[in-house]
């Protein structure tokens, strides 16, 4: 593993990632991006991470609702040269970064981690480790 594998992501791949998270936050606000599959979807951009050189951008998008996700994220891929011509003036970067879009699924991730909390086996363990704490 290299060094950068193992400290994470620089404090400029941070910077410039939330940079190009804005821009595209804007672009899709203002439906700059005409196609069928993303008219009146309403995108949320969580993240976005950067490659160490900062010529990749791993954008992860969710359309509100999570409905349709796996389409507009196509049409997203399908326009990302035109997506990446609009983001470049407003990062001011050398080179333009390539951008790919990937669904966010965090929030399922977290609801499903919500719900394993909350389930009676947790809940039992927990209830067991306090009566433990009592005792001692």
Do not use: C, W
Not at 67 to 81: D, P
Not at 85 to 112: C, H, N, S, W, Y
């Amino acid at each position: 593993m290299s060094k950068d594998q193992k400290l994470g992501p620089n404090q400029r791949s941070l910077r410039v990632g939330e940079l190009v998270r804005h821009a595209l936050a804007a672009i899709f606000a203002r439906g700059d991006v005409a196609d069928d599959a993303l008219r009146g979807a309403i995108i949320t951009v969580p993240e976005v991470r950067m490659s160490p050189d900062l010529k990749l951008a791993n954008a992860y998008v969710m359309p509100l609702g999570g409905q349709r996700a796996e389409a507009i994220v196509e049409a997203l891929n399908r326009h990302r040269k035109f997506i990446a011509g609009r983001v470049a003036p407003q990062i001011k970067l050398k080179f333009a970064p390539e951008l790919r879009f990937f669904v966010d699924d965090t929030f399922e991730e977290a609801g499903r981690i919500d719900a394993l909390l909350r389930s009676d086996k947790v809940k039992r363990d927990l209830a067991a480790g306090d009566e433990d704490e009592k005792e001692a």
